[in-house]
């Protein structure tokens, strides 16, 4: 596979993962400088988003934990920070279990992760959005679930301002994808207590204060698991903080990296 990239600043590795749908969910924060001049920031599309390389094959979260690990030592080094967003955290969660050494902190930005309120959730939606995909109407199934992630059905007009052009044609793109290959691999992954304690990682939990339920208790589960956690609630925003309040999320984050850097 190849993997689109960009890669800004100096400093210790500071690699993001997006989640389902986003590619270009840190881009928005590329040009802030709170970040770009503290940390070498490398933004990465994944396996079958942006210009990386396609295909339905399947690429479970240990897969992609292992992208995102060479991703950071060809260009990054040894060590470095992970900041994940929604989906992309299973996948920097993965990362810590399997090389610890390699991941100074975990900031997780609304994380998806396979709790009983997600599994109810994915159930709910997952029948209307398989079926508008199932008759090819595939603008219609991206629509359905973004917008229950969202928790509202503006999303488009939201999110258009803020995004590149050709955003909402790679959702429509990869919305088979999801269904058929990412989504059912996420919700068969895996993190039970025996893997909950392996995380010793310094743990930042970043939460819009407009989001739905789901994220509220994902969060409240994690700030249980992981006793080394911070959080941090941007105000006036839902579950696509980084690309409505980019400059907040980038402040939310730098005093936590700073804390837990290599030096």
Not at 26 to 33: G, I, Q, W, Y
Not at 95 to 113: F, G, K, N, Q, Y
Not at 127 to 142: F, M
Not at 158 to 173: A, E, K
Request: hydrophobic share 40%; proline share 6%.
């Amino acid at each position: 596979s190849e993997l689109e990239l960009n890669v800004w600043g100096e400093g210790d590795p500071a690699l993001t993962i997006h989640g389902v749908f986003t590619p270009y969910a840190f881009d928005a924060m590329s040009l802030e400088p709170l970040l770009c001049d503290q940390f070498r920031r490398i933004a990465y599309h994944r396996h079958n988003y942006g210009l990386s390389s396609h295909g339905d094959h399947a690429h479970s979260v240990k897969d992609e934990a292992e992208d995102a690990l060479e991703v950071l030592q060809q260009v990054g080094g040894r060590r470095g920070h992970i900041v994940a967003h929604s989906g992309g955290a299973p996948k920097a969660l993965q990362l810590a279990l399997d090389h610890p050494d390699a991941v100074l902190s975990l900031t997780l930005i609304e994380p998806v992760l396979p709790t009983p309120e997600f599994r109810e959730f994915h159930g709910r939606i997952s029948g209307d959005v398989a079926e508008a995909y199932a008759s090819g109407d595939r603008d219609r199934a991206a629509r359905i679930f973004i917008s229950a992630d969202f928790g509202r059905d503006d999303v488009r007009e939201q999110l258009d301002p803020v995004m590149p052009p050709d955003w909402w044609d790679h959702c429509v793109t990869d919305i088979g994808y999801m269904l058929t290959v990412e989504g059912p691999g996420g919700v068969a992954w895996s993190f039970g207590p025996e893997e909950r304690e392996r995380i010793t990682q310094p743990v930042l939990l970043i939460e819009g204060e407009e989001t739905i339920s789901l994220f509220h208790a994902i969060d409240r589960r994690l700030k249980q698991w992981f006793p080394r956690t911070e959080e941090k609630i941007i105000s006036g925003v839902n579950h696509f903080i980084q690309f409505l309040k980019p400059a907040e999320t980038a402040r939310a984050i730098e005093p936590f990296l700073k804390r837990h850097s290599a030096g």
